[in-house]
């Protein structure tokens, strides 16, 4: 296995165990599905849980993307990185519980 594919099973993992533990805490809802392809390389899994007992709204999401080159934003700030490849992963968390006294987590 690649690095980046133990990243992604890494982060992968992060994700359900995060979908489990939400989902464990609302005791009513479950999360949603919806996977996403980036054009330019990879994609993404989108995990949503709405009309829950806890949350009036949840998302856990997980991204992993890559391209020949970085985007022109990041070329600009970093000019080192500019025409080169890049890959890039992460984990996304919006959590909006039920009760107005609780704050909304992003």
Same mark, same amino acid.
């Given at each position: ?22 989902? %464990? ?7 949603? !599905? #919806? ?7 990879? @994609? ?6 709405? @009309? ?10 997980? %991204? ?8 022109? %934003?990041?070329?600009?700030? #970093?000019?080192?990185?500019? @025409? ?5 992963? @992460?984990? %996304? ?12 987590? !992003?």
């Amino acid at each position: 296995m690649s690095r980046r594919e133990e990243v992604v099973a890494l982060m992968r993992s992060a994700q359900e165990r995060l979908i489990a533990a939400f989902e %464990s805490a609302d005791g009513h809802a479950t999360f949603s !599905h #919806h996977d996403w392809q980036r054009p330019g390389g990879g @994609g993404g899994w989108a995990r949503v849980l709405e @009309g829950g007992n806890l949350f009036e709204k949840a998302g856990v999401n997980m %991204s992993a993307v890559h391209g020949e080159r970085v985007p022109p %934003s990041l070329a600009r700030r #970093h000019p080192q990185a500019e @025409g080169k490849p890049f890959f890039a992963t @992460g984990v %996304s968390l919006v959590l909006h519980p039920l009760n107005p006294f609780v704050p909304a987590f !992003h």
